[in-house]
């Protein structure tokens, strides 16, 4: 059995004195993808925004490789080895590519060594290095993404959080993105997604969750949550 890396027990929480997510309980093994799916507004970038900082935490803890992480900044968690690809475009329109890598690094003690990373990732996403001093607010949708999860891998993170990581591409580029997290996942990076192509995330993942009403309704292997026929019917429109 692999070890839980990231972990959330009894978690409430959500936005001041909103709730959005009851009683939380997920387990997530090292070096595996989880995906996490369930409909609109049912709390699923709130879950991840709780994990990494951007959420309150009113009750319950949340763990990464066994020490409490409870209420951290994402400042102290991308330092920390956990990096996170938000929802809504994050990049920085007015920057170019390479300067968005860069913010990727701010970590990073040194300039030399963000720099030495950005080109690293050049020679893995080919498409990022040529169009490297273009400005970030002209890319395409696909271009975007790419920059978005190579801006994220600066860090080298042992986890990733994904939130809708294939909305609104082409299919051609929803197929290149899902590829590309199976890769990464191969090179040892543990990956949460969250993704509205439910069929799709739950085929490339070893565990999925079922999140409706700020609850986790179903947990299984991807496999299991796509063969159930409950889980089929309510959300994967089957
Ligand atoms: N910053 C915020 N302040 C207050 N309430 C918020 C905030 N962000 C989200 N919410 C509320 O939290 C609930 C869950 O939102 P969340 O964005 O987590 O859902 P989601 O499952 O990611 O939805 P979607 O599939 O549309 O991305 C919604 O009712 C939303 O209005
Ligand atoms: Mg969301």
Request: net charge negative; glycine share 12%.
């Amino acid at each position: 059995m692999a070890d839980t890396i990231l972990e959330m027990e009894n978690v409430v929480a959500g936005y001041g004195n909103t709730t959005v997510l009851h009683d939380i309980d997920i387990a997530i093994e090292d070096e595996q993808i989880a995906c996490l799916i369930g409909p609109n507004g049912s709390g699923k970038s709130t879950l991840m925004k709780s994990i990494y900082g951007f959420a309150d935490v009113m009750a319950g803890t949340v763990s990464f490789r066994g020490g409490e992480i409870t209420g951290r900044s994402p400042q102290e968690n991308l330092a920390n080895g956990m990096s996170y690809v938000l929802q809504d475009a994050s990049v920085f329109p007015g920057m170019r590519v390479h300067e968005n890598m860069l913010m990727g690094g701010y970590v990073f003690e040194d300039d030399e060594q963000a720099a030495q990373r950005a080109e690293e990732l050049y020679d893995e996403f080919p498409i990022l290095g040529d169009i490297r001093d273009q400005q970030a607010g002209t890319l395409s949708g696909g271009q975007r993404r790419l920059l978005e999860l190579a801006r994220a891998l600066m860090v080298d993170p042992e986890v990733m959080l994904l939130d809708e990581p294939s909305i609104g591409l082409e299919p051609k580029f929803i197929d290149d993105v899902f590829e590309r997290i199976e890769q990464l996942n191969e090179l040892g990076t543990t990956l949460l997604l969250v993704e509205q192509n439910a069929q799709k995330g739950l085929s490339v993942a070893d565990r999925g969750f079922v999140l409706a009403s700020g609850e986790i309704k179903y947990t299984g292997s991807g496999d299991e949550l796509l063969d159930n026929e409950e889980v089929g019917r309510l959300y994967l429109g089957g």
